[in-house]
């Protein structure tokens, strides 16, 4: 009898226990702008090799630790929430694309993110096109992405289409 009433009190508790394990046990980076955790089954790798490896283009910015457990992802948070590795705004910058490092160019530009309207990334864009940097020169395709980069007042964006023809 003791019994059931124990097994009783604990169905009824059950829930709320895991509720609050779930809910407590996610990862957060309070006072961070950037942490991503990557695990791996290798020693620890460079960014760079990392991103030939497993196709992670977001290890360029913030903290990187790595764990031996399995070739996957385990955590990315931004600004203390958790989320999707790529719902992250990539950051690519000129250097990037002086660097030439095609295959991380060309997945970081293929992401979901290229879609919103980041006048930075049209910018870049447009670079490669106009300079001929992992693709075929293309001046029209340039000023396609310079226009979309543009906004008004900003003497920089107004300059680069201009630039562009």
Same mark, same amino acid.
């Given at each position: 009898?003791?019994?059931?009433?124990?097994?009783?009190?604990?169905? =009824?508790?059950? &829930? =709320?226990?895991?509720?609050?394990? %779930?809910?407590?046990?996610?990862?957060?980076?309070?006072? /961070?702008?950037? /942490?991503? /955790?990557? %695990?791996? *089954?290798?020693? *620890?790798?460079?960014?760079?090799?990392?991103?030939?490896?497993?196709?992670? =283009?977001?290890?360029?910015?913030?903290?990187?630790?790595?764990?031996?457990?399995? +070739?996957?992802?385990? #955590?990315?948070?931004?600004?203390?929430?958790?989320?999707?590795?790529?719902?992250? &705004?990539?950051?690519? /910058?000129?250097?990037?694309?002086?660097? !030439?490092?095609?295959?991380?160019?060309? #997945? *970081?530009?293929? @992401?979901?993110?290229?879609?919103?309207?980041?006048? +930075?990334? =049209?910018?870049? %864009?447009?670079?490669?096109?106009?300079?001929?940097?992992?693709?075929?020169?293309?001046?029209?395709?340039?000023? *396609?992405?310079?226009?979309?980069?543009? #906004? &008004?007042?900003?003497?920089?964006?107004?300059?680069?289409?201009? !630039? @562009?023809?």
């Amino acid at each position: 009898m003791h019994s059931q009433i124990v097994r009783r009190i604990a169905m =009824f508790f059950c &829930p =709320f226990l895991l509720l609050g394990l %779930v809910s407590n046990g996610r990862a957060t980076a309070e006072g /961070t702008d950037f /942490t991503l /955790t990557v %695990v791996n *089954t290798h020693q *620890t790798m460079s960014c760079g090799e990392l991103r030939l490896e497993s196709g992670c =283009f977001l290890c360029k910015r913030g903290d990187i630790t790595y764990r031996y457990k399995a +070739d996957a992802i385990e #955590k990315v948070t931004y600004k203390g929430e958790a989320i999707y590795p790529y719902d992250i &705004p990539v950051e690519l /910058t000129e250097a990037d694309l002086y660097e !030439k490092d095609c295959d991380y160019l060309v #997945k *970081t530009l293929k @992401s979901p993110l290229i879609l919103e309207n980041n006048p +930075d990334i =049209f910018i870049l %864009v447009g670079t490669m096109y106009e300079k001929g940097i992992c693709t075929r020169r293309n001046i029209q395709q340039a000023y *396609t992405y310079y226009r979309k980069a543009g #906004k &008004p007042g900003k003497k920089k964006y107004a300059d680069l289409r201009r !630039k @562009s023809g």
